[in-house]
């Protein structure tokens, strides 16, 4: 069987987010548990040089990835990946405790998006999303008789390496390592 031509992805199957370690490499990727939603939007502002009452020339000031996620249940590893922040563990089994804390000077960190999406005939598409930061909400909401669902949207610019984002389709379906 050789690759298809075109992808015919349906379900996304998996989400995970990695911290950024340095200029173009990423620490262990953390599961987003239940990933219901990944979206993307490949954009660019300009700016318009404009004189004798029409434009003269376009200029792009630099490309950039609008992102949002929705995951269902809350993973304090994936919000500490995604917001900073600190994760500490205390207690002993049965009593242990996760704690996620913020402070009002912690930075929101770069981070790598990595979505798995299958595809109909029997491969998949993984979208790969690099130097993603928070640039608007992140969180949920707690309801009586509903799950908590996690949500999130931000932007991505090129790494140093000028890489802004991958969509990789492959004949055989493959998990993210």
């Not at 660019?44 to 996620?69: M, N, Q, Y």
């Not at 089994?93 to 930075?107: I, Y």
């Amino acid at each position: 069987m050789t690759l298809p031509a075109y992808a015919l992805p349906f379900g996304l199957r998996d989400v995970k987010v990695a911290p950024m370690t340095g200029d173009a490499t990423y620490g262990a990727l953390v599961d987003l548990p239940a990933s219901r939603t990944l979206a993307f939007a490949e954009t660019e502002e300009s700016e318009e040089l404009r004189g004798d009452d029409t434009v003269i020339a376009r200029r792009g000031l630099g490309k950039t990835v609008t992102w949002s996620l929705e995951a269902g249940g809350i993973s304090l590893d994936a919000l500490k990946v995604m917001m900073g922040g600190t994760l500490t563990l205390t207690g002993t089994p049965p009593n242990e405790k996760d704690t996620f804390a913020m402070l009002g000077t912690d930075a929101r960190p770069y981070f790598k998006i990595e979505g798995q999406i299958i595809n109909d005939n029997g491969g998949d598409i993984h979208c790969l999303i690099y130097r993603a930061k928070l640039d608007g909400d992140v969180g949920g909401e707690f309801t009586e008789g509903g799950f908590y669902l996690t949500a999130a949207d931000g932007i991505a610019i090129p790494r140093v390496d000028n890489k802004l984002f991958d969509l990789i389709h492959n004949e055989t379906a493959a998990v993210i390592t």
